[in-house]
């Protein structure tokens, strides 16, 4: 037992003094640690021989009772508590007698798989115990859920990845190989993690695809460095290290590690500045967003929404042009903000509610009427202003409204009822996902309108026809039950017991709104239906990618979903009467119009190169002998491109020592070709010549020495571009 103390010269600035921060909870700790024993150098805490490696601290008990404050003075906690903390792989070092976290069995079974991979030899490499620490840690990750983003968690994951991969990259790996390490950790640790074993393939995919993005980062990031470096320079300026960072995702410590190894410095002072220098760049756009924000200090408003469309309420505020005004006059666009209101504001994904407001206030159960109106004002969008203060957004068509003044708000029920198919059917299928795909699948973004949904998630392949179907086959199946949706009012707690499902990175109050439809239970702030019947029909409108390990899919329900499917069942109709067939008779008829479009391709192909064929051999007769070359040019009638290359080779076969410009019409359309036999591209070169005749009918073109294709739009220039040919030929002979 080591009594420690205080012994840094202040109180509280001790070695068993425990703070997470500056700030923040903190106190005394008890740490334990472990006697390796006398034949292991290294003293006990406390002593100037403690950073040796005989006494290891495998556990530590902190007494939390202060929270220190930013001046630097302590109060006490109000639940003081004991927090303690055990060092899992240390232990497992002691029990397997090794001095070392990466000695233990699960580090040396990833260190070799690393070494196998990376092709390194040295058991002993640091870079190799990166590479096995971050396959772990990766990997882990993406089971629960992370894909390698651009902003938060997501960002830490693509960081860790990319330190593990320049890792390798320094050990002289220049492909992917980090992801081939995935079933040797299954091997490791899946029967102690089940559930993370069965995603082996999955993980392995998603690492794969981040790892083949950023080689190609790294391949660009080399070429951009090696130009930067030519002629011999010795400080790579900071400006082209920020771009790399910057502009290519090409890590700073990379950059320097490379230029370390040509003896080269990186001006990190100019990197720093560029940095500084986008930082106040953004800091100003985001001063230039706040101040077009609207400013509000009053109370929040009422939401009566959920339960109805329609109510007499109050003006509070009104904005013109982003500046409060005391009234807005008709012709006006500005944003009302009402003390009570049934306008939903977009969040949660759900658009905002549009409609009418409206004085005075029409007969109860009546549409809105505009012309019984001496007050209209039209909501195109219903936007939050603060959390609970709804800005109405829209355009006063008639009359004057000052603050203060009485008016209806009224929704329009139609937008809304079909907004709420959208929402409701959100749920559901983002269940039917997680079924049909697997349990990884989460939330990754979603717009709710009258439209459609459209519903982003993590996924790292297509998601199949039959998965469609699937998909479609389960949410109608919850929609023809027709269970009734219920809304409660809970605390967080209380929800987190119903097993409601929350969004990772969502802000979540004291109090949630947890939504029960059909057999879904989440977390939602947004307007749904009564029953999963009223959604009526829901069917998968579109799929695919929108980022690396994120797919999309847009779908749509009741009436549009209807007309929809009406839609190609008209276009379905239409093909089948164009080609005389029944509609099941469709696929089939067309995949035999395919077979027959084919054959008649291989056929008029063939035709075309006899016919081709046949001019060629008319054409070698019209070619010049010039200084010892045979050159030709001429025009080749009913040739394609794939026809001139052709009878080229066929010519310059037949020519043996010669230069050949071909060219045809098609439509408005030139197509020319160029070729130089093998023994002339020393003083003739094809891709020079076919840019020559192509410049004199409107285009340009390119190719190799001996062969090069170009395009014109000029046809009716052809003829003198042929002509100059000899000519052109015999100033470079």
Known sequence: MIRIGDNKGKKYASDNFWMMADTGPCGPCSEIFYDHGAHIPGGPPGSPGEDGDRFIEIWNHVFMQFDMQPDGSLVKLPAPCVDTGMGLERLAAILQHVHSNYEIDLFQGLIAAAAREAGCADLQNASLKVIADHIRATAFLVGDGVIPSNEGRGYVQRRIIRRAIRHGYKLGQKTPFFHKLVPDLVALMGEAYPRFASQ????????????????????????????????????????????????????LDLTQDVCRERGVTVDEAGFAAAMDRQKTQARAAGKFKMDKALEYNGDGNDFVGYDSLSIATKIVAIYVEGAVAKELKAGQNGVLVLETTPFYAESGGQVGDVGWLVAPAPVKGAPV???????????????KIKSDVYGHHGSLRKGQVIVGDTITAHVNPEVRAASKRNHS?????????????GEHVQQKGSLVDAQKTRFDFTHNAPVTDAQIREIESLVNAEILANAPTQARLMDIEAAKQTGAMMLFGEKYGEIVRVLDIGTTTELCGGTHVQRTGD???????????????????????????????????ATLGGVAGTLRVTSDEVPARVDAMIVQVRELEKELASLKGKLASSQGDELMQKAEDVKGVKVLAARLEGADAKT???????????????????????????????GVTSDSVGKVKAGELVNFVASQVGGKGGGKADMAMAGGTEPGKLAGALASVQAWVTAKL
Do not use: W
């Open 425 to 437: 059917v959100t749920h559901l299928m983002h269940k039917a996902l997680r079924e049909v795909l």
């Open 535 to 569: 959604i009526g029909f829901f069917t998968i409108t579109a799929e695919g990618g929108v980022a690396a390990g994120v797919r999309r899919v847009e779908a749509v329900t009741g009436l549009v979903a209807l007309n929809y499917v009406q839609g190609i069942e």
């Open 369 to 383: 009427s505009l012309d019984a109106a001496t007050v209209a004002f039209e909501v195109v969008d219903t936007q």
């Open 200 to 251: 082996g393939t999955r993980i392995s995919e998603v690492l794969k695809v981040e790892e083949e993005r950023f080689f190609e980062t790294l391949a660009i990031g080399m070429e951009i460095l090696d130009t930067a470096l030519t002629g011999g320079a010795k400080v790579l300026p900071g400006d082209v290290a920020f771009k790399l960072h910057d502009t290519y995702g090409f890590p």
């Open 644 to 674: 001139l290359r052709d009878t080229m080779d066929k010519l310059k076969d037949k020519l043996k020592t010669a230069v050949i410009v071909l060219a045809t019409v098609e439509g408005d359309k030139v197509q020319i070709a160029a």
